[in-house]
């Protein structure tokens, strides 16, 4: 096979993807071929090595605090971290374990097949579920003050066949979870190191196990603020990398400029059948990537909204979080938690995403579906040390949100399982260990499924797009449980279950319909998805109200105030924390404010992009400045509050190492100890 040095790029940005081959211009036929950015040496050190500082770290700061703060290690504070964690750190740990794999992987697949859509439906679709979740929370300390996971609110109001049935479906929600964190970061750690997939998908959860046996809850919040830290800013260097800073991008005209280059329609250099980004966007506004009217943007944007309330509302982590928080900052948590994770897969997707089609990289469908957008475009702009940065911000996200899920695992195993059925007697020593022996069983059982749905050819993209529709259905159930007094059991489990198996019929029947076959590709397109989430979804609530209505519970949530704890903390909140006015105040704030950004994000700054159709350079620049600047201060409130807030407990732990360590020389002498309440 001849070749020739002779240039045949249609741009010159982009002349180093193209080749003369046998007297005919060709594109490079993907962007990763068959070798490795990073030998694998670089591979194993980031898994291994990250892992292994982080359960080593994380345990440590866990040792300090109960070593100069106070704190005890009951099974309590192993599974709730005492219902005392203030705003900043559980909007740090919301937006830890918010932040998957898919969210750096799979917003930047969607800016790459949309363009400016993608990124926008991709956090606008993912960041209402969190507002709205607030008051769910704040439910969650009026009616079940004492609760440990939202299985036991469903068993206190509606019985055993109801709980066994939600335990099925968060169960499900949690492994479809950990699925697409593994799928999407053992692909990309294979696909910048060459490190064997399988291999990957076992060493990966290694360090968020040792960390999360070691300190339980309160490790995980601990980790994840720290994850948080290093995700924000990568994202900040991505972010100012395209916009401000590279020599090959560097400003929003630079940018704007290549984007209407590459989907022109003069492009002759598109192959029929072609698997890369080439020419007009089908579906989009003049084919252009730089307009909101794309209908597959949309589309994907309603299947998002749909799926990630079933992830949100059913995935017991985030119950789990609204119960660690102290009352007074749960709601304010949420709310600041969704906002700054807003501009994770927004800033960084406009960013890598858009870049990936600015640079005109030669990156397959198959490639995108897989998440290699990201590390695609940071290999581009920055070499080696790009892919290092993206691989660094992946682990960070894949261990964060993996440490929830575990927690959230344990706690369903431990208080659903063992306490209700098996030893209901159980004393806070059992509930430790068993709680430890489920986050040990768990994190090996992720390595073994990501490990099947890899050898299934299973992909990051099917997945996440496939998940509204197993358990769409019981988020508006789950939601009834705490805001509606006359749902009843009988509705709840009717509606989970006839939702679940209408969504999937829904689903296979409408891909064989369009297609005429039934598999992994022709099941992952849009419109199978978009029919079989909307149908689990809406039939899943419109069951459960119907039977509410014609027999309503009338319930008073006495059984659910009555969920005891098994062993009492010493960091008793005071009283006020759980006064019905300041908690009715608290609902009554994160219904305006959540029901406030809701309609702005999802209904008023799309609808005031319509006009403009085509966004022309100064609309395009405004977006990019907004992507820009969203994220740079979301990053700065995220890194500084929880240091704010926990500046106490800082000193405390400083004085405490100062005097056992310099006491014996008179030094640190005359200070006290001080503990957080």
Known sequence: MASSPTTCSPFPFSEKYYHVVDGVCKKQASFFGEDPVLNQAVGYAVILGFGAFFAVFTSFLVWLETRYVGSVHTSEWFNTAGRNVKTGLIASVIVSQWTWAAT???????????????????????????????????????????????????????????????????????????????????AVVTALTGVNIYAASFLIPLGVIVYTLAGGLKATFLASYIHSVIVHVVLVIFVYLVYASNSELGSPTVVYNRLLQVASKARLDCPAGHSQSCGPVNGNHKGSYITMLSSGGLVFGIINIVGNFGTVFVD???????????????HKGYLLGGLVWFAVPFSLATSLGIGALA???????????????????AIAL???????????????????????????????CTYDIYRTYINPAATGKQILKVSRAVILGFGCFMGILAVILNKATVSLGWMYLAMGVFIGSAVMPIAFMLLWRKANATGAILGCITGCVCGIVTWLTTTQVIYGRVNLDTTGRNAPMLAGNLVSILIGGAVHAVCSFISPQNYDWESTKQITVVDKDSSELPEEEFKEEKLNAAKRWIIKWGLGFTLVIVVLWPALTVPAGQFNLGYFTFWAVIAVAWGTVASAVIIALPLIESRETIISVIVGMCKSTLGLFGLCKGEEDKTIT
Request: with cysteine; hydrophobic share 50%.
């Open 359 to 377: 640079l005109d990289l030669p990156i397959t469908a198959d490639e995108a579906a897989r998440g290699l957008v990201p590390p695609a475009t």
């Open 316 to 330: 017991n982590g985030y119950w789990v979080s609204a119960i660690a928080a102290r009352p007074s900052s749960t």
């Open 382 to 412: 920055m070499g080696k040390a790009g892919s290092v940065l993206l691989l660094t911000m992946l682990f960070m996200a894949v261990t964060s949100a993996g440490s929830s899920e575990l927690i959230a695992v344990s706690s369903l």
């Open 104 to 186: 750096i992987l799979q917003s930047s697949n969607v800016a790459w097949q949309y363009g400016i859509s993608g990124p926008f439906w991709y956090a606008s679709g993912a960041t209402i579920q969190v507002l709205l979740f607030g008051v769910i929370a704040i439910e969650i300390k009026r009616k079940a003050p004492h609760a440990h996971t939202v299985c036991e609110i469903v068993k206190a109001r509606w019985g055993t066949h109801a709980h066994i049935v939600f335990l099925t479906f968060c169960f499900m929600t949690n492994v479809i979870v950990t699925a697409m964190l593994l799928l999407g970061g053992s």
